[in-house]
């Protein structure tokens, strides 16, 4: 492959990646769920009669928030009454009515405490003549954040930190989430009861379970202390614990402290969830965009899970197998979403789709014509400013003739710092920096066959 094939190869990446948001704008996808006409409101086909409401209270929280707040004031504008969301930090969008508070992810920080405080005393306000919309998607576990009776934010910190360096799935880390909080599991539902709620979502999770997505604050949760101590004891943590999450947590499983909102609870005859964009749209409009590029496309998976170095072999087996069955100046694209994990053992700094992409040109070092894209499509992996990153067969022996070793780095955890040395050598653009991108329904891996 020749430098300028090289950079062919990276522009289509982008190009498909960058479709595929544009199917899971926030914004687009909120005024395509919601409608105004007159004094109704139509939400997912489901009427509602503003004359019957004295307030129009707007909350939420997570990544893709604030474009989904903007599409509620551009229909509903100075008929709400009082909004507020929490956002991740740079995450914002220009709203006139709703306010915006940003706060730390993936570990909860002081301002999401503050925010979540007024969101709850707001849901507590609300009465049966109060229509309280919520906007939900991925990271509002983080910064929808409220600790139970008797624990800290520092607490909660610590637990968080603790499962995601296990590689606790994101199932698990809720279940123990939902347990330690004021908020989730179907508590703010709870609290703004006999309030109609209504709740539109971006979902970040695998097969959109409702409970799951940003810990469920307005869904029944299934789940129970019993098996958030399950999740602690899975991963050996229980020891490590801070010992007020651990009391608290045997206190619930011996029935002293509530359990999460589960379906029996009247509240949920008031209240409705609905889905406005998943990794379903994304990928669909990955297909199309590079079936329009040339390329025959398959979606392999739109539930990747697991280690990310595990994920990255099975797309280099996929990869594989592929390559050997086409002819000739054939072009294919193999495409997947999902979202795996990472047990971090080093000390260096990464990310799930850093980690894989360079995993995966280990993987399939010496294959000419294939070239991977694994990014997040809230355009962050991890504690930096990357969103994934590009490899293809060459990247592993370019990078150890410059006295780069790509298995060090992987095996330290670091690779942020592999993709920042390797680009700082080579002059090429590896790593994937695109910002901020106001979405968010997990991750993307875009891998390009070119048959020679």
Not at 96 to 102: A, D, F, Y
């Amino acid at each position: 492959m020749t430098h300028i094939e090289a950079l062919t190869d990276n522009q289509t990446l982008a190009d498909i990646f960058y479709a595929a948001l544009a199917a899971v704008d926030p914004y687009n996808a909120t005024l395509k769920a919601v409608n105004v006409n007159s004094e109704q409101l139509y939400i997912s086909g489901v009427k509602y009669d503003l004359a019957a409401f004295n307030r129009i209270v707007v909350v939420g929280a997570g990544k893709a928030t604030a474009r989904m707040a903007l599409a509620i004031e551009t229909l509903l504008g100075k008929k709400i009454a009082a909004g507020l969301i929490v956002v991740k930090g740079g995450h914002t969008a220009p709203l006139s009515i709703i306010e915006q508070v940003e706060s730390s992810h993936p570990v909860p920080g002081e301002t999401g405490v503050a925010g979540t405080a007024r969101i709850l005393d707001m849901a507590r306000a609300a009465d049966e003549k109060t229509l309280f919309i919520c906007l939900i998607s991925g990271g509002a576990s983080a910064l929808l954040v409220a600790p139970a009776a008797g624990l800290t934010l520092q607490d909660k910190q610590e637990a968080t930190r603790l499962l995601l360096n296990a590689g606790a799935s994101i199932n698990e880390l809720n279940a123990v989430r939902k347990h330690l909080s004021m908020v989730k599991g179907g508590r703010l539902a709870q609290a703004a009861y006999p309030a109609q709620v209504v709740t539109l979502i971006v979902s970040d999770v695998i097969h959109d379970p409702l409970a799951v997505i940003a810990s469920g604050p307005t869904a029944p949760d299934n789940s129970t202390f019993d098996y958030a101590w399950e999740v602690i004891a899975k991963y050996g943590l229980q020891k490590k614990l801070p010992p007020r999450v651990a009391d608290y947590l045997h206190c619930g499983i011996a029935g002293q402290v509530p359990e999460t909102v589960k379906k029996d609870d009247p509240c949920w005859h008031n209240a409705r969830n609905a889905i406005v964009a998943n990794i379903r749209q994304a990928m669909a409009a990955a297909q199309d965009k590079s079936a329009q590029l040339g390329y025959a496309t398959k979606i392999i998976s739109e539930t990747l899970q697991g280690e990310a170095r595990e994920a990255a072999h099975f797309l280099a087996q996929a990869a594989r197998a592929e390559m050997s069955e086409m002819k000739p100046n054939e072009r294919r694209c193999l495409l997947c979403g999902g979202e795996t994990t990472v047990t971090v053992r080093g000390t260096g700094m990464g990310g799930r789709n850093q980690e894989l992409a360079l995993a995966f040109a280990l993987d399939i070092e010496g294959c000419h014509g294939v070239t991977l894209l694994s990014a997040g499509t809230d355009g962050t992996d991890g504690p930096n400013d990357a969103a994934g990153a590009m490899v293809d067969g060459r990247t592993a022996a370019l990078s150890r003739g410059l006295g780069i070793d790509p298995v060090g780095y992987l095996n330290n955890n670091d690779s942020y710092a592999f993709f920042q040395r390797f680009d700082a050598a080579t002059g090429a653009h590896s790593h994937f920096k695109i910002g901020a991108t106001g979405t968010n329904v997990m991750d993307i891996q875009i891998v390009l066959l070119n048959k020679a």
